[in-house]
């Protein structure tokens, strides 16, 4: 019964061992801004072509990207977080695709806690308008992309 009871513990403890055992994703922080960027791109399978534009607000530095992916033009926002004057990239949003004539808006959180709105789509010419929570605005425009975007706080 002893050897039964001594056996099973074993069994117990490699399961429970197994289950805990799982490997933990190394949060990495940087000396600067721009090592945060380019590490967080090259996690991303980007390069600094796909940055459309790096936005500040309220405190926050914000970097909208463009990714291609089969016959679908996607956009991504990332934040990169500072803490004890060290810097991380942060994604707290899945990538949306963009088409024409659909404005996409979303709502951001970053690392620090802010919340943001946050509105992409594809340009119809240089005079696009959106309606945003801000109401009417002129939002910033790729050029060679056609993306456009436009980032405000939530109060």
């Not at 001594?6 to 090592?35: A, H, M, Q, Y």
């Not at 459309?52 to 914000?62: A, K, R, T, Y």
């Not at 033009?73 to 695709?97: D, E, H, P, T």
Request: glycine share 8%; net charge negative; aromatic share 10%.
């Amino acid at each position: 019964m002893k050897m039964k009871n001594c056996f099973i513990l074993i069994i117990f403890c490699l399961i429970i061992n197994g289950c805990t055992n799982s490997k933990k994703e190394e949060v990495k922080w940087f000396e600067t801004e721009n090592e945060a960027i380019q590490y967080g791109l090259n996690e991303e399978g980007l390069n600094s072509d796909d940055v459309i534009s790096e936005l500040e607000m309220n405190g926050e530095l914000f970097i909208v990207f463009k990714k291609q992916e089969d016959s679908h033009l996607l956009v991504g926002l990332s934040n990169i977080a500072q803490k004890k004057n060290k810097f991380r990239w942060y994604r707290s949003n899945s990538f949306v695709a963009v088409e024409e004539n659909i404005n996409i808006g979303l709502i951001t959180k970053t690392l620090s806690g802010k919340q943001f709105n946050f509105y992409t789509g594809i340009s119809e010419g240089e005079e696009t308008v959106i309606d945003t929570s801000a109401g009417n605005i002129n939002p910033n425009i790729d050029v060679e992309s056609g993306i456009y975007y436009f980032i405000s706080n939530i109060n």
